[in-house]
């Protein structure tokens, strides 16, 4: 009978795992999965402790009850080295453990992150007496819902804990673990103040992290509504986000969709071993995501703006307070954000006189609800067939969305004056100047016609700051909004540069572009006019 299937931590059909059954004492059948991942095995129903080997993953020994109408998942993990800290995000002086997958022996030190790469302290040798004592097991099922909840089993000393409090000083911090087997890997740990310290405030985009890593096999791209009841074999055959046309992953309702939890490694987030803030973003996610992120804030403390970090949870949950803060920056990519934090911010820049800086692209596109401190829903229907990102409301066709954010929230570009679109996308290039009388340009030389912002760090979409994904003017707009410049990009796809500002004092730059904060570091004009807005909304 089938019993199961056997995968690795992307859902992955694992071949020839070796699976011993065994029921009061006794072996009763000993067989390897098929390609597919399979398991059949001649035995009957009932309770089984299960044995799993197999070369180059850590084995397993579960207690299972096989039933024909409801075969078992195995998952297995990969012998590599991997972590991440619980939480993820915290306050200077709060605890996070830090939970680290090896085959052997690693080393941990923290560092911070910013124009320079501080090393804060090490944190010593992590070994056991017991042979490869360092892995983690992971759960069978889908645990991209429930967590991988490492550290909870084999790990109940009270004097070998595995907890560092967060320094004093607010930013982003990575752990980095090196094993003796010669591998790296650093992961990311956010540590907000204490107490606000320094006028402007920078979200980090934790909700486009989490929405964004599929390990465990799911994420809001891949398997998006749920695993699917078989590993996949070949990805381009297998997934839903290849076989169908347009955002066929997203055509469900949104109660359809599973949690996404926090609670895994995030192995998009990692950075190599020498990296530093003026080198190029390798890879395909790591330039919209914390690598990125790491570029502003590198660029921040080369101009001498002293900031403190938050989470995208810490705005939800009321932590990061925007009245002790003069500005608020987003940056990259903030694709997903909650109701509570579009209206908390939405109110203080309408209301009380906040001042917004939005240094990113695609962002406030989807909407997140928090189900609880560890895991999140995404409100991902888009029935769009020919990639547009907005769409009909399918109970008044006569209503246009802008995105999902917009058929759920309100539209982001009532708040951020602008939205993204498909125009442009995965192409980069240069803004040109569309005002160049306004404050914003002053002191930069730059006239109606003129092109800035070529450099840039990233190595995905190169060619320059308007780039990657691009956010434009929409009727959403304030009635304020003001058009700077707009980028070169394709199909009248640039970003559209905004300014706008509210009765109550407030003001809201927008650049609409993923690429801007990685030509910061390495573009002129770029840094010029950004460090121009920061000056100005400081005074």
């Not at 967590?147 to 109940?156: C, D």
Request: with cysteine; proline share 6%; aromatic share 12%.
């Amino acid at each position: 009978m089938l019993c199961g299937y056997v995968s690795d931590e992307r859902y992955m059909a694992l071949c020839d795992a070796v699976v011993e059954f065994t029921t009061n004492g006794r072996t009763v059948a000993v067989v390897r999965s098929a390609p597919s991942g399979a398991v059949y095995a001649d035995i009957a129903p009932g309770a089984y402790q299960v044995v799993l080997h197999k070369p180059g993953y850590s084995a397993k020994r579960v207690n299972i009850t096989v039933s024909a109408e409801h075969p078992y998942h195995f998952r297995m993990l990969s012998d590599r080295l991997l972590g991440y800290m619980w939480p993820k995000w915290v306050r200077s002086s709060e605890r996070s453990e830090f939970r680290v997958h090896s085959t052997t022996p690693y080393r941990l030190s923290l560092w911070r992150y910013g124009w320079e790469k501080v090393l804060i302290r090490p944190l010593g040798w992590f070994d056991e007496h017991g042979p490869r004592a360092v892995m983690q097991v992971t759960p069978d099922g889908d645990y991209t819902q429930t967590g991988v909840r490492w550290n909870s089993q084999g790990y109940g000393s009270l004097h070998h804990t595995q907890f560092v409090a967060g320094p004093e000083q607010s930013g982003l911090y990575y752990l980095h673990a090196e094993n003796e087997a010669g591998d790296f890997f650093a992961f990311p740990w956010v540590v907000a103040p204490a107490k606000p310290t320094h006028p402007i405030a920078v979200l980090a985009s934790t909700n486009t992290w989490n929405a964004y890593n599929n390990f465990g096999g799911r994420s809001n791209y891949i398997n998006a509504l749920c695993l699917p009841t078989t590993p996949t074999v070949n990805a381009r055959l297998d997934l839903p986000r290849y076989a169908g046309s347009g955002f066929s992953e997203w055509h469900a309702p949104n109660d359809a969709y599973a949690p996404l939890s926090f609670d895994r490694p995030e192995v998009e987030n990692t950075v190599p071993r020498h990296a530093r803030v003026l080198d190029p973003v390798p890879g395909r996610l790591a330039s919209s995501l914390a690598p990125a992120e790491w570029r502003l804030l590198g660029w921040l403390e080369r101009e001498g703006f002293a900031y403190d970090l938050y989470a995208d949870a810490q705005l939800h949950d009321g932590t990061l307070d925007l009245d002790a803060y003069t500005i608020l920056i987003l940056s990259v990519h903030p694709e997903y954000w909650s109701r509570t934090m579009f209206e908390r911010v939405k109110e203080w820049v309408d209301q009380r006189g906040g001042k917004l800086m939005y240094l990113g692209g695609n962002g406030l596109n989807c909407e997140v609800e928090f189900l609880d401190n560890m895991t999140m829903r995404c409100k991902t229907q888009l029935l769009s067939s020919d990639g547009s990102l907005g769409m009909r409301d399918p109970q008044n066709p006569d209503v246009y969305f802008e995105s999902r954010f917009h058929a759920t929230v309100a539209p982001e570009a009532s708040l951020l004056g602008v939205v993204t679109t498909e125009t442009g996308i995965m192409t980069a290039a240069p803004y040109r100047v569309a005002h160049a009388d306004h404050w914003v340009f002053e002191g930069t030389g730059l006239q109606n016609g003129d092109c800035f912002g070529a450099e840039s760090l990233h190595e995905r979409c190169p060619g320059g700051a308007s780039g990657h994904e691009t956010d434009k003017m929409s009727p959403s707009s304030p009635e304020s909004t003001v058009l700077l410049a707009k980028g070169l990009n394709p199909d009248d796809g640039g970003a559209e540069m905004v300014y706008y500002t509210t009765r109550s004092g407030g003001a809201v730059f927008s650049v609409g572009s993923i690429t801007w904060p990685l030509a910061l570091l390495v573009d002129l004009h770029v840094s010029r006019i950004t460090s121009h807005v920061i000056y100005r909304f400081l005074i």
